[in-house]
C-alpha cells in the first residue's frame, strides 16, 4: 500500500468510469462518509469526507441506490493507496452482477442512457446546396 501523494505509474486493467455518487468508507468501529469519483472493474477512488490513516485493514465500502439502505452496493476492499482525503481501492471479490446492473443505471442516470452506434455514422446535417443554373 502507497500513502504518499504521488499516485505513481497507472497499472489499471480495466478503463474507468467517471461516477459521482454518495458511498461511505466502512472502517472497524466507524462509517465515513465519501464520494465516488470513478469506477472499474478492479475497484474505485474515493473522495472521503475526512482523512484517513489508511491500516490493515478490514475495510468495506457502501454506495448508495436509491433511498432504501438495504438497495445499497456493499463490497469488501483493499486499499491502494490513500493520499489526503482520496482513496485509491480494488475490490477484494468481483462484483456481482446484480451490482454491475445497479452501477451501470446510476451512470445512466447521471449521463443518460448510452447508445453504441455500431458501422457507419448517419448524416446529422445535409448542408444546403444552392442549384446554379447556368447562365446561356
Same mark, same amino acid.
Given at each position: 500500500?502507497?500513502?504518499?501523494?504521488?499516485?505513481?505509474?497507472?497499472?489499471?486493467?480495466?478503463?474507468?468510469? @467517471?461516477?459521482?455518487?454518495?458511498?461511505?468508507?466502512?472502517?472497524?468501529? @466507524?462509517?465515513?462518509?465519501?464520494?465516488l469519483?470513478?469506477?472499474?472493474?478492479?475497484?474505485?477512488?474515493?473522495?472521503?469526507?475526512?482523512?484517513?490513516?489508511?491500516?490493515?485493514?478490514?475495510?468495506?465500502?457502501?454506495?448508495?441506490?436509491?433511498?432504501?439502505?438495504?438497495?445499497?452496493?456493499?463490497?469488501?476492499?483493499?486499499?491502494?493507496?490513500?493520499?489526503?482525503?482520496?482513496?485509491? !481501492?480494488?475490490?477484494?471479490d468481483?462484483?456481482?452482477?446484480?451490482?454491475?446492473?445497479?452501477?451501470?443505471?446510476? !451512470?445512466?442516470?447521471?449521463?443518460?442512457?448510452?447508445?453504441?452506434?455500431?458501422?457507419?455514422?448517419?448524416?446529422?446535417?445535409?448542408?444546403?446546396?444552392?442549384?446554379?443554373?447556368?447562365a446561356?
Amino acid at each position: 500500500m502507497y500513502n504518499r501523494d504521488d499516485p505513481g505509474p497507472e497499472r489499471r486493467q480495466s478503463g474507468r468510469t @467517471r461516477l459521482r455518487a454518495a458511498a461511505a468508507l466502512i472502517v472497524p468501529g @466507524r462509517r465515513i462518509a465519501a464520494r465516488l469519483e470513478n469506477a472499474s472493474r478492479g475497484g474505485a477512488l474515493l473522495y472521503l469526507e475526512e482523512e484517513v490513516q489508511a491500516g490493515g485493514g478490514p475495510y468495506a465500502v457502501s454506495i448508495a441506490f436509491g433511498r432504501d439502505p438495504e438497495e445499497a452496493i456493499s463490497a469488501h476492499i483493499r486499499v491502494v493507496q490513500a493520499a489526503r482525503r482520496l482513496m485509491r !481501492i480494488e475490490w477484494k471479490d468481483p462484483l456481482p452482477p446484480e451490482d454491475w446492473i445497479k452501477l451501470r443505471q446510476l !451512470i445512466e442516470r447521471e449521463f443518460g442512457s448510452l447508445t453504441v452506434v455500431e458501422g457507419r455514422l448517419p448524416m446529422l446535417v445535409w448542408p444546403s446546396f444552392q442549384r446554379r443554373s447556368s447562365a446561356g
